[in-house]
């Protein structure tokens, strides 16, 4: 058997599938994998032996400053990206058997899988993207904010929004390959019958007329590697830190400065994570200490707390430790609605970012570091599913 897995976006985008193809190849299936041509995914499919396709400009390129490309350039972008998978997506799919997408950005590869006579699953990370009563659909950079209140609204103008966006292109496309136009392009990318890759004790589906969603559990894999020497000798040498880290946002230097001062004020060390947007320490004190790329899985269980952007995959590796969490959330995909779990589940609090106020951050932290937060987190750690990639490859299989 032979998958083709695809997905775009940064880190957190594309380690999900990683896992997936991990567990697949575990089993005997033969993988490849279409994400950006960032080197450091070439370096990571590699080491596992996983074909790597690049589809698309380097998201490093994307996610530049502290500011999105603007909305003409992010139409720009989709528009591109659209062609761009008709260009490479056949070949890629030659051979295999199934194509795994996760992301709305895969507009066109159900099209490419039905040409091809294959099986297409698409695949999401968080609840939000999927549409259902119970809540609004993400923010979607570059597209107007609807001027509704009810969610079903919400949802019908969003499903607008992308047909505005792609249904015109996405149908010249499918016409040259002799398939039928496409009506609701949103609706035809998730399929009625979508995979929900994400934990049940931090973000369940609930039940919704029309979409019949499989939740498979967060797809990951386990991280055996040690940690940096210097790292533990600043762990060891105090009380448990604070670690703070936007992953690959496009954060701001005054919030690490803001949350280094307000933890400080609380009588707390920090641990800055420099991620994409290269973040630093702000003086010389032997209470602060920045870190580049490293096993968070193991660093998460050494932490007082974790304050981050709301990411997929950093929300429920801070699950999975038992820690609580401060949810700085950029208004963008899927970060307001893990900050939202966070704070819902009372395991944390959230702010809305991406620069919150000393005071906020203050308030924020001194909920997230209480007692009884802290033991709220401690039991949902105990919850959190590890077997998610695995009951995935398993369906695959299945067929």
């Known amino acids: 058997m032979r998958v083709l897995l695809s997905t775009y976006g940064t880190r957190g985008d594309v380690e999900p599938l990683v896992a997936l193809a991990v567990r697949l190849r575990a089993l005997g299936v033969e993988v490849r994998m279409c994400v950006p041509p960032d080197e450091e995914f070439a370096e990571r499919l590699a080491g596992l032996g996983v074909q790597h396709v690049p589809v698309g400009p380097p998201v490093r390129s994307l996610t530049r400053g502290t500011a999105l490309p603007s909305a003409a350039e992010l139409s720009r972008y989709r528009t591109q990206m659209v062609a761009t998978q008709f260009d490479v997506f056949p070949a890629a799919a030659d051979g295999c058997d199934a194509l795994v997408a996760a992301g709305l950005a895969q507009i066109g590869a159900r099209s490419v899988a039905e040409a091809a006579g294959i099986r297409y699953v698409y695949a999401s990370y968080a609840a939000v993207h999927l549409p259902s009563p119970y809540h609004a659909p993400p923010p979607r950079p570059g597209w107007p904010d609807p001027e509704a209140n009810d969610n079903r609204t919400l949802w019908e103008l969003d499903a607008h929004n992308v047909n505005a966006q792609f249904r015109e292109t996405l149908n010249g496309h499918r016409a040259s390959i002799g398939l039928p136009p496409v009506d609701n392009v949103r609706d035809h990318v998730f399929t009625d019958r979508p995979w929900l890759a994400a934990d049940p004790a931090l973000g369940a589906w609930r039940e919704t007329p029309g979409l019949d969603v499989i939740q498979t559990g967060t797809w990951s894999l386990p991280d055996e590697r040690p940690l940096p020497g210097d790292l533990v000798t600043f762990l060891d040498a105090g009380a448990p830190p604070v670690y703070v880290g936007f992953g690959s946002m496009s954060a701001s230097q005054d919030i690490a400065r803001g949350a280094i001062e307000g933890l400080r004020a609380q009588g707390h060390r920090v641990l800055v994570s420099r991620g994409w947007a290269d973040l630093d320490l702000i003086d010389g004190q032997d209470d602060c200490f920045a870190v580049g790329e490293v096993n968070q899985q193991r660093l998460f269980t050494r932490v007082a707390a974790v304050v981050h952007h709301g990411g997929a995959g950093t929300t429920v590796t801070a699950a ?76 695959l299989l299945d067929g």
């Open 320 to 395: 999975r430790a038992g820690v609580p969490q401060v949810v700085v959330a950029h208004q963008i995909s899927d970060n307001p609605y893990w900050a939202g779990q966070v704070e819902d589940l009372e395991i944390g609090a959230a702010l809305d970012g991406p620069t919150p106020s000393i005071e906020s951050l203050r308030v924020a932290f001194k909920t997230a570091l209480a007692p009884e937060t802290r033991a709220r987190a401690r039991v949902l750690g105990t919850k959190i599913r590890t077997d998610g990639a695995a009951v995935a490859a398993g369906l």
